[in-house]
Protein backbone atom coordinates (compact mmCIF):
# COMPACT_ATOMS: atom_id res chain seq x y z
CA UNK A 1 0.00 0.00 0.00
CA UNK A 2 2.71 2.63 -1.18
CA UNK A 3 -0.41 5.65 -1.64
CA UNK A 4 0.22 8.18 0.71
CA UNK A 5 -3.08 9.17 1.20
CA UNK A 6 -4.94 5.84 1.13
CA UNK A 7 -2.11 5.28 4.61
CA UNK A 8 -3.60 8.21 6.18
CA UNK A 9 -7.03 7.28 5.60
CA UNK A 10 -6.39 3.64 7.09
CA UNK A 11 -4.72 5.12 10.26
CA UNK A 12 -6.96 7.83 10.62
CA UNK A 13 -10.21 5.26 10.52
CA UNK A 14 -8.16 3.35 13.55
CA UNK A 15 -7.82 6.45 15.64
CA UNK A 16 -10.95 7.18 15.38
CA UNK A 17 -11.60 3.57 16.22
CA UNK A 18 -9.92 3.60 19.05
CA UNK A 19 -10.56 6.81 20.46
CA UNK A 20 -14.69 6.04 20.20
CA UNK A 21 -13.88 2.74 21.84
CA UNK A 22 -12.44 4.76 25.01
CA UNK A 23 -14.45 7.15 24.92
CA UNK A 24 -18.00 4.57 24.43
CA UNK A 25 -16.80 2.46 27.10
CA UNK A 26 -14.24 4.10 29.36
CA UNK A 27 -14.91 7.84 29.47
CA UNK A 28 -18.84 7.99 29.50
CA UNK A 29 -20.07 5.40 31.74
CA UNK A 30 -17.89 6.33 34.43
CA UNK A 31 -17.65 10.14 34.90
CA UNK A 32 -17.97 10.91 38.07
CA UNK A 33 -15.60 8.57 39.37
CA UNK A 34 -13.28 9.69 37.10
CA UNK A 35 -13.69 13.29 37.95
CA UNK A 36 -13.26 12.75 41.32
CA UNK A 37 -10.11 11.00 40.75
CA UNK A 38 -8.53 13.42 38.70
CA UNK A 39 -9.50 16.25 41.35
CA UNK A 40 -8.21 14.15 44.06
CA UNK A 41 -4.86 13.52 42.08
CA UNK A 42 -4.64 16.87 41.20
CA UNK A 43 -4.80 18.09 44.53
CA UNK A 44 -1.78 15.79 45.54
CA UNK A 45 -4.32 13.60 48.08
CA UNK A 46 -4.47 10.68 45.60
CA UNK A 47 -3.03 6.99 46.73
CA UNK A 48 0.11 6.51 45.69
CA UNK A 49 1.19 5.46 42.84
CA UNK A 50 -1.37 7.55 41.24
CA UNK A 51 -1.09 10.89 43.05
CA UNK A 52 2.83 10.81 40.90
CA UNK A 53 0.83 10.06 37.40
CA UNK A 54 0.40 14.09 36.53
CA UNK A 55 0.54 13.72 32.85
CA UNK A 56 -2.55 12.73 31.73
CA UNK A 57 -4.53 14.63 34.32
CA UNK A 58 -2.70 17.68 33.80
CA UNK A 59 -2.74 18.04 29.88
CA UNK A 60 -6.52 17.18 30.37
CA UNK A 61 -6.90 19.79 32.89
CA UNK A 62 -5.07 22.86 30.71
CA UNK A 63 -7.85 21.27 27.83
CA UNK A 64 -10.58 22.12 29.77
CA UNK A 65 -9.44 25.29 31.17
CA UNK A 66 -8.24 26.89 27.34
CA UNK A 67 -10.56 25.03 25.30
CA UNK A 68 -13.69 24.15 26.99
CA UNK A 69 -14.19 27.16 29.79
CA UNK A 70 -17.66 28.19 27.76
CA UNK A 71 -19.33 25.07 28.87
CA UNK A 72 -20.58 25.16 32.05
CA UNK A 73 -21.24 21.46 32.95
CA UNK A 74 -17.98 20.09 34.21
CA UNK A 75 -18.65 16.39 33.27
CA UNK A 76 -19.72 17.56 29.61
CA UNK A 77 -16.22 19.57 30.16
CA UNK A 78 -14.49 16.16 31.23
CA UNK A 79 -15.93 13.69 28.57
CA UNK A 80 -14.89 16.37 25.85
CA UNK A 81 -11.44 17.05 26.72
CA UNK A 82 -10.83 13.48 27.57
CA UNK A 83 -11.69 12.52 24.18
CA UNK A 84 -9.59 14.83 22.23
CA UNK A 85 -6.80 13.78 24.16
CA UNK A 86 -7.54 10.12 23.44
CA UNK A 87 -7.83 11.12 19.55
CA UNK A 88 -4.47 12.98 20.22
CA UNK A 89 -2.74 9.73 21.29
CA UNK A 90 -4.17 7.05 19.22
CA UNK A 91 -3.15 9.65 16.29
CA UNK A 92 0.62 9.36 17.72
CA UNK A 93 0.21 6.19 18.82
CA UNK A 94 -0.38 4.66 15.59
CA UNK A 95 1.52 6.80 13.47
CA UNK A 96 4.59 6.29 15.70
CA UNK A 97 3.77 1.83 15.55
CA UNK A 98 3.76 2.34 11.69
CA UNK A 99 6.74 4.23 11.26
CA UNK A 100 8.10 1.59 13.90
CA UNK A 101 6.91 -1.36 12.40
CA UNK A 102 8.24 -0.22 8.91
CA UNK A 103 12.20 -0.40 10.46
CA UNK A 104 11.13 -4.12 9.40
CA UNK A 105 8.39 -4.60 7.12
CA UNK A 106 7.32 -3.16 4.13
CA UNK A 107 4.52 -1.18 4.44
CA UNK A 108 1.79 -3.24 3.67
CA UNK A 109 3.11 -5.67 6.60
CA UNK A 110 3.02 -2.77 8.56
CA UNK A 111 -0.44 -1.56 8.70
CA UNK A 112 -1.37 -5.47 8.93
CA UNK A 113 0.54 -4.85 12.14
CA UNK A 114 -1.05 -2.02 13.52
CA UNK A 115 -4.90 -4.32 12.58
CA UNK A 116 -3.16 -6.69 15.12
CA UNK A 117 -2.93 -3.88 17.51
CA UNK A 118 -6.20 -2.42 17.22
CA UNK A 119 -7.69 -6.02 18.11
CA UNK A 120 -6.11 -5.86 21.23
CA UNK A 121 -7.48 -2.62 22.27
CA UNK A 122 -10.64 -3.64 23.77
CA UNK A 123 -9.46 -5.98 25.88
CA UNK A 124 -6.48 -3.43 27.41
CA UNK A 125 -9.52 -0.94 28.70
CA UNK A 126 -9.64 -2.05 31.75
CA UNK A 127 -10.68 -0.19 35.20
CA UNK A 128 -12.40 3.23 34.82
CA UNK A 129 -8.92 5.90 34.84
CA UNK A 130 -6.62 3.86 32.37
CA UNK A 131 -5.52 5.98 29.13
CA UNK A 132 -2.37 6.67 30.60
CA UNK A 133 -1.60 2.78 29.82
CA UNK A 134 -1.65 4.27 26.11
CA UNK A 135 0.37 7.68 26.53
CA UNK A 136 2.75 4.80 27.94
CA UNK A 137 2.93 3.19 24.87
CA UNK A 138 3.50 6.48 23.02
CA UNK A 139 6.52 6.77 25.12
CA UNK A 140 7.80 3.49 24.09
CA UNK A 141 6.93 3.70 20.67
CA UNK A 142 9.12 7.44 21.09
CA UNK A 143 12.08 5.85 22.45
CA UNK A 144 12.35 2.72 20.31
CA UNK A 145 12.02 4.88 17.14
CA UNK A 146 14.66 6.74 18.49
CA UNK A 147 16.97 4.39 18.65
CA UNK A 148 16.43 2.73 15.44
CA UNK A 149 17.02 5.95 13.53
CA UNK A 150 20.07 6.39 15.49
CA UNK A 151 18.74 9.76 17.47
CA UNK A 152 19.15 8.17 20.73
CA UNK A 153 20.60 11.21 21.77
CA UNK A 154 16.56 12.67 22.42
CA UNK A 155 15.99 9.09 24.59
CA UNK A 156 16.74 11.47 28.11
CA UNK A 157 14.31 13.76 27.06
CA UNK A 158 11.69 10.50 26.80
CA UNK A 159 12.33 8.87 29.69
CA UNK A 160 11.99 12.49 31.35
CA UNK A 161 8.29 12.77 30.27
CA UNK A 162 7.56 9.71 30.27
CA UNK A 163 8.49 9.92 34.43
CA UNK A 164 5.06 11.74 35.20
CA UNK A 165 3.25 9.00 32.97
CA UNK A 166 3.88 6.00 34.29
CA UNK A 167 6.99 4.10 36.28
CA UNK A 168 7.10 1.40 33.69
CA UNK A 169 8.88 3.42 31.14
CA UNK A 170 11.91 2.44 33.13
CA UNK A 171 11.76 -0.39 31.73
CA UNK A 172 12.86 1.37 27.82
CA UNK A 173 16.52 1.36 28.98
CA UNK A 174 16.62 -2.28 29.24
CA UNK A 175 14.97 -2.52 25.11
CA UNK A 176 17.88 0.53 24.72
CA UNK A 177 20.68 -1.87 25.96
CA UNK A 178 19.56 -4.88 24.49
CA UNK A 179 19.39 -3.27 21.03
CA UNK A 180 22.93 -2.05 20.97
CA UNK A 181 23.91 -5.04 22.48
CA UNK A 182 22.31 -7.54 19.73
CA UNK A 183 23.47 -4.85 16.68
CA UNK A 184 27.35 -4.73 19.01
CA UNK A 185 27.30 -1.01 18.85
CA UNK A 186 27.42 -0.44 23.05
CA UNK A 187 30.01 1.95 22.93
CA UNK A 188 30.97 5.25 25.65
CA UNK A 189 27.68 7.46 23.79
CA UNK A 190 25.45 4.41 25.16
CA UNK A 191 26.38 3.93 28.44
CA UNK A 192 26.15 8.17 28.81
CA UNK A 193 22.87 8.42 27.27
CA UNK A 194 21.32 5.53 29.42
CA UNK A 195 23.04 7.21 32.77
CA UNK A 196 21.57 10.65 32.26
CA UNK A 197 17.96 8.91 31.23
CA UNK A 198 18.35 7.22 34.45
CA UNK A 199 19.40 9.87 36.64
CA UNK A 200 16.52 12.09 35.29
CA UNK A 201 14.02 9.27 36.22
CA UNK A 202 15.21 9.25 39.52
CA UNK A 203 15.56 12.65 40.02
CA UNK A 204 11.75 13.29 39.04
CA UNK A 205 10.75 10.21 40.79
CA UNK A 206 12.07 11.22 44.36
CA UNK A 207 11.43 15.00 43.52
CA UNK A 208 7.60 14.21 43.34
CA UNK A 209 7.77 12.11 46.40
CA UNK A 210 9.44 14.54 48.17
CA UNK A 211 7.52 17.57 46.95
CA UNK A 212 3.93 15.78 47.16
CA UNK A 213 4.62 13.55 50.32
CA UNK A 214 5.27 9.63 51.21
CA UNK A 215 2.35 8.31 52.31
CA UNK A 216 1.02 4.24 52.74
CA UNK A 217 -0.63 3.01 50.04
CA UNK A 218 -2.87 -0.24 50.15
CA UNK A 219 -0.91 -1.04 46.45
CA UNK A 220 1.96 -3.29 48.24
CA UNK A 221 3.89 -6.11 46.31
CA UNK A 222 1.83 -8.49 49.30
CA UNK A 223 -1.65 -7.07 48.08
CA UNK A 224 -0.39 -7.57 43.90
CA UNK A 225 0.61 -11.40 45.18
CA UNK A 226 -3.18 -12.11 46.94
CA UNK A 227 -5.00 -10.67 44.23
CA UNK A 228 -3.42 -12.23 41.43
CA UNK A 229 -3.48 -15.58 42.79
CA UNK A 230 -6.73 -15.31 44.22
CA UNK A 231 -8.47 -18.13 42.60
CA UNK A 232 -11.62 -16.21 41.67
CA UNK A 233 -10.34 -13.36 39.72
CA UNK A 234 -7.05 -15.91 38.69
CA UNK A 235 -9.73 -18.41 36.89
CA UNK A 236 -12.33 -16.44 35.76
CA UNK A 237 -10.94 -13.00 34.62
CA UNK A 238 -6.74 -13.27 34.60
CA UNK A 239 -6.57 -17.07 32.72
CA UNK A 240 -9.34 -16.23 30.25
CA UNK A 241 -7.76 -12.78 29.36
CA UNK A 242 -4.55 -13.77 28.82
CA UNK A 243 -5.71 -16.54 26.50
CA UNK A 244 -7.77 -14.62 24.77
CA UNK A 245 -4.85 -11.20 24.17
CA UNK A 246 -1.77 -12.81 24.85
CA UNK A 247 -1.28 -16.69 24.37
CA UNK A 248 -1.50 -16.13 20.55
CA UNK A 249 1.03 -14.01 19.90
CA UNK A 250 3.21 -15.69 22.34
CA UNK A 251 3.27 -18.86 20.05
CA UNK A 252 3.65 -17.28 17.37
CA UNK A 253 6.31 -15.06 18.46
CA UNK A 254 8.21 -18.59 19.82
CA UNK A 255 7.60 -20.28 16.39
CA UNK A 256 9.62 -16.91 14.87
CA UNK A 257 12.08 -16.93 17.09
CA UNK A 258 15.03 -18.69 16.24
CA UNK A 259 14.76 -17.10 12.58
CA UNK A 260 14.47 -13.79 14.49
CA UNK A 261 17.29 -11.15 14.95
CA UNK A 262 19.13 -11.05 17.98
CA UNK A 263 17.19 -7.73 19.30
CA UNK A 264 13.60 -9.49 19.33
CA UNK A 265 15.11 -12.81 20.43
CA UNK A 266 16.69 -11.25 23.87
CA UNK A 267 14.01 -8.17 23.57
CA UNK A 268 11.07 -11.65 24.08
CA UNK A 269 13.23 -12.86 26.58
CA UNK A 270 13.19 -9.79 28.70
CA UNK A 271 9.53 -9.89 28.65
CA UNK A 272 9.78 -13.07 31.10
CA UNK A 273 11.11 -9.78 33.88
CA UNK A 274 8.39 -7.58 32.75
CA UNK A 275 5.97 -10.04 33.36
CA UNK A 276 7.51 -10.78 36.66
CA UNK A 277 8.02 -7.08 37.81
CA UNK A 278 3.82 -6.85 36.96
CA UNK A 279 3.11 -9.64 39.02
CA UNK A 280 4.27 -8.09 42.13
CA UNK A 281 3.15 -4.66 41.02
CA UNK A 282 -0.11 -4.42 39.26
CA UNK A 283 -3.30 -7.03 38.75
CA UNK A 284 -2.41 -9.35 35.92
CA UNK A 285 -6.25 -8.84 34.78
CA UNK A 286 -5.33 -5.23 34.39
CA UNK A 287 -3.43 -5.53 30.49
CA UNK A 288 -3.58 -2.27 29.80
CA UNK A 289 -0.08 -2.31 31.78
CA UNK A 290 1.22 -5.44 29.48
CA UNK A 291 0.67 -2.90 25.90
CA UNK A 292 4.59 -1.84 25.19
CA UNK A 293 4.98 -5.79 25.17
CA UNK A 294 3.37 -6.01 22.20
CA UNK A 295 6.03 -4.09 20.93
CA UNK A 296 8.27 -6.71 20.52
CA UNK A 297 4.79 -9.63 20.09
CA UNK A 298 3.45 -8.42 17.20
CA UNK A 299 6.90 -7.77 14.79
CA UNK A 300 7.70 -11.38 15.73
CA UNK A 301 4.03 -13.01 15.09
CA UNK A 302 4.56 -10.54 11.82
CA UNK A 303 7.26 -12.77 10.77
CA UNK A 304 5.54 -15.93 10.71
CA UNK A 305 1.99 -14.26 9.72
CA UNK A 306 4.11 -12.64 6.42
CA UNK A 307 6.74 -15.23 6.13
CA UNK A 308 9.10 -11.92 6.36
CA UNK A 309 11.87 -12.52 8.80
CA UNK A 310 13.87 -9.73 10.16
CA UNK A 311 17.91 -9.90 10.18
CA UNK A 312 20.33 -7.83 11.71
CA UNK A 313 19.86 -4.22 11.58
CA UNK A 314 16.36 -4.69 9.75
CA UNK A 315 17.51 -6.20 6.67
CA UNK A 316 14.05 -8.32 5.60
CA UNK A 317 14.37 -12.06 4.92
CA UNK A 318 12.18 -13.73 2.80
CA UNK A 319 11.17 -17.26 4.39
Sequence with gaps: MSNPRVRLIFLLMLTWLSTWYVTDKLIIPNVGLRIDFVNLTLAG????????RLFEPAVNKAIQVSLLGSFTDPQLQHVISYFLFSLIIFAFLYNLLYRYLTHFFTPKIALTGLLLFQIVVPL????????????????????????????????????ALG????????????????????????KRQTFLIAGISGLIF?????GLRAV???????????????????????????????????????????MAYRKSNRFFQLALLSLIAYIVLFFFNGLLNELGKFLPAHLILIPMSLQVLMGEYIGDETKRIKS
Design 45 to 52: QNEPPYRY
Design 124 to 159: AVTGYYMEGDFVTIVIYLAALNLMLSKHDRWLPLVI
Design 163 to 186: AFVREQTIFILLFYFIYHYANHTL
Design 202 to 206: VAIFV
Design 212 to 254: MGVVPTTYTPAFHISENLNPNRLFLHTIPLWSAEILGFVILSI
